[in-house]
């Protein structure tokens, strides 16, 4: 039985033309495991009229919980004789009791949207997330079942860019791409084992499902 409690506030203050927004948040997991914690969240803009230009910057600190599918089996591990005759057929893959537990991220935003006179628009961020305890998935042999998998740590790094044209004589259009590089660190924490074949200790490896 998995209960989540998320309490908060925000605020936003403007002057001239600068836009402050405040929070704060507290997160309350009980599940296999439990945690406990506050999250602040801040973020500024200011905008540059002559030149039609807004600059912003965020900061988020955020709880990241397990995934649910198949939590119990995965936190048992080796603990669960099937698991343990299963795991005991390959050598590269490690066998882990420990229970997942939430894992926490720094999250950082930087932006600037620029206009055009009245006919384009742009707005771009650069995205950099680390947490620590990041979560990922397993797959059981060449099944559909999938587990959650807890590795020590991720760095996520990335872009977003969307240029659209405002509403020109009830003609619009836009486009969007992005690009994200996500790395997460061995040593895997918890979950069943799936170690990167030819990987170990504190190694590198991408995924390429976050974006």
Known sequence: ???????????????????????????????ISIARQAEPRVGVAYNIKPTNTVLRVSYARTLETPFNENLILASNGCNDPVINDLMATTQRYPCLT?????????????????????????????????????????????TPITFPIEWDHSKIPGYAVR?????????????????????FFQPQVSGIGATPAGQGGNSVFRIDHDE
């Open 98 to 142: 420990a229970p997942l537990t939430p894992g926490t991220r720094n999250e950082l935003h930087a932006g600037l949207q620029q206009g055009f006179g009245k006919y384009l628009v742009v707005d771009g961020e650069y995205i950099w997330k680390y947490t620590q305890k990041a979560y990922d998935f397993s797959i059981l042999g060449a």
């Open 1 to 31: 039985d998995i209960k989540e409690l998320a309490l908060y506030a925000q605020d936003t203050i403007k002057y001239k033309n600068w836009v402050l927004n405040l929070g704060l948040r507290a997160d309350f997991y009980n599940g």
């Open 163 to 183: 240029a659209s044209v405002p509403n020109l004589h009830g003609f619009t259009a836009f486009v969007v791409f992005s690009s994200v590089a996500a790395r």
